[in-house]
């Protein structure tokens, strides 16, 4: 594909910086700066925009608070947008055949919807829906009476099992396991015995789901993940989990039982969370911080057990100084028993 | 479903709490008591049974200590365990063809029992025993000569290498890995050689197994994980790791090689273990806790390296107090300054 | 299978210690000293020497600095090396039909080289090209235009996303997922827009990656793992990380975006890395421990966040010895009250 720098300017709603002849320039890719070579764009905000000037990139989309650029430039509102908007221009659409593949297996009742893809040995169970534009990788399982909503991306080898609901532009990864039964079980002499799990898993709109991630089914009701919620790769979120709105939960990050959390709160890689509490929104937990109770609304957390940041990084910077803490602390003992030992004499 | 009170109170073993017409009261569901509606029954024990009290439940299933209640009940010794009954009783089986699909492709000398589920898909290997009620979900692969029990339920997508035995009642979630090689390497003039991990994986009978959980075979000999243990999602068991039995180790807990870990011991999520040690029986370990020596039997351990749960809450609560410590120790030095001057004067 | 001494002494390049009739002693199997039966032959190195020779094995591989045993041994430079020769000859290899299996899915432009196996189920997308003697596995995705190269085993249930390389001589363990999307958005105006992931992996020679493992694509260019590295179950490489050759990533690691990690580095299990840092060659990352800024080569880190070990050791022997600091610091500020009043008397 090829485009000039002025079709570009007009798709990211930019102006052009510098020359005027600029606008003739083609462009024949988009990549990050660390990447780009001649006949790329590229984007930088601050403080990458010197970097991005010294890279080979043809043209560099910025901030539209840049006035002067020693590079062919086009000023957007906000770059980021405008990049993402740039790489699906640039990235050919995988060639997805829309059809139910021969060798993939429908149950009785299967409701599916305009221009679906369902791939090779896909197993889609009796009674399933599946929404408009939908497209379904191979090796993917499908149980009982699951609802599947439109504009939906479900990569090979995804298990969702029976009874799960998942909304439109929802995005699950290779090997995802949604629905599985969660883990409860009643000891009784020294017996696990298992709670059956009878809830379902509600996916909503916009969620996106990593690789070999996996979300419990509730013991009753269900385990939810609201709109425009993103999970990383081998997250685990155990039964009657819920996440709020527009959350990010990074890699490796697990959420223990009946966990409740807001909208717009962040886990980072490797977090956690007890069971049973409840996370206010705007949280932001730092990497491999865990909270191991209530946290209110707008807290920055660190450490575990996670406490705020600024008393994590208290605490942290203490603990460096111990070993010599404790060098101050020999010294005081041996002036004061010299003094004391003046004093009796 | 509707059942009566009266119905439920028999199938329980408990006793009706309250007016006579109770009985007739009709139940047409059971959920845990924050989800509860008309018509549901769920249970409560206490701190709980004031709240169970104010939920729009018909019926609670309460510990046969209350002899006086505000809402019908049933009293019984334990109200968990009837709680798991009446889950069962509610909850339809799904239902099951007990066939082997003809997409099923079985190798040569494979044994089948009776009633068995073979679903779409699976790939089953020569030389592989399954025995009788068994069900086996679509896409998992069972390797040469693996025995699979009895009364045994294989989730979607489901991989057990070759050689392996699993038992009866075993229950294994869609994505697990059980059987993948050890990871184990000899390192020679910088490079890394592969060492054959020749022996396998024994899961003894009611072992439930997560998803996505991975259970490496052992180098020679076996990887051991004993009858009653419930691994949950994400779970990492490396070579030659013996788990006891009635264990839990909860989501994303990893144990590394050689481990020897007693029965009835419980790792709490997101924990671990150093190699080629060994934990006695009754162990708990706290949420991301990690021993990294041999711990006795009947230990209560926290934190990293992991010690006795009463040590790291001293450490705890000391790393909290340490801000304030090394102001006292800089006022301490400054008085025992001035002491010292007035001294040498 | 039946061996002399004389035969696996020849075979492992080593001497027999002992009796001349040593030479004409059967072996029926090989295994870990804590397995060894009658028939066997294990290895040993200090300090298990003594461990062996109690052994019910037949007979024992020391290192050749061993000149009297109280066992039939053979003398060799490495009995590392020499053990995995002898499993490797007593390994019987599984018996893999080197056919492309009937239900195999192939795309249209797939290259297959000569001797390679595709099971049952896997499905092979347009463009693919796979190299001589390659194995894969039932229930494998491989797609579009993804190179496999040879020698290469693919065990079940793997997904390999569009775009990606393989080398030769690598391993991938069941329901590893390669190439699947980066965790990348931009937030605008509380939403987060997914940055389409356009970039791919590149898995070089001889790496191997461990069960339910996830490396993501990059944004754009490569995440790459390079030559002779070595990756356990469950790990996680996000978009754009480059791991150098001949690393070890033990299970459950997790590394953030753009880390790039040099050759010959170790991270055991359970650790992790911030993204966008640089990690030297050498390194040595304990057990759960995590670097959030950038470490020089031949370091050896523990703790979060990770420092020298030998700071970490301090720190933790330290925090030990909080509680006792806290009485001392109480003692001396009663000690120099009582001083500071017989002064003002």
Redesign the interface.
Known sequence: MKKTLKELAALVEGVILGETDFENIEITG???I??AGPGNITFAVPPHLDKAARSPAAAVVVPDTVYQYPKPAIRVA?P??A??TL??L??PQ??VKREIHP?A?LGTGVSIGGNVAV???A?IE?GVTIGNNTVI???T?I??NSRIGGDTLI???V?I??NCQVGNRV?I???A?IG??G?G??T?N???????Q?GNVIIEDEV?I???A?I?RA???STIVRQ?T?I???V?L?H?VEIGE?C?L???T?I?GSAKVGS?VTFA??T?S?GHLTIGDNCVFA??S?P?SDVPANSFYAG??ARPHGEWL???G??????E??K??RN??Q??AK??N??EK
């Open positions: 988009v990549t990050g660390e990447d906000n980021r947008v990049f993402v790489l699906n640039f990235t995988p060639d060798s297996i791939m090779a040995y197993v009796d990788y191979p090796h399982y149980g009982h990569y090979p080898g298990t099992r029976e995005i990864h290779s090997g396991a599985s039964d883990f079980f009643v009784f020294g017996q696990h015995i298992k709670v059956p009878v996106e990593g690789a070999n996996t419990d013991t009753t009701s425009g993103k990383d790769n081998l685990h155990a009657n527009n990010f990074v890699a490796q697990g223990a717009n890689g490797q956690g007890a990497a491999r865990a191991i575990f057990p208290r605490a942290e203490a603990i460096g100084k111990l070993p803490l404790i101050k602390i005081l003992e002036r004061l003094l004391e003046k004093e």
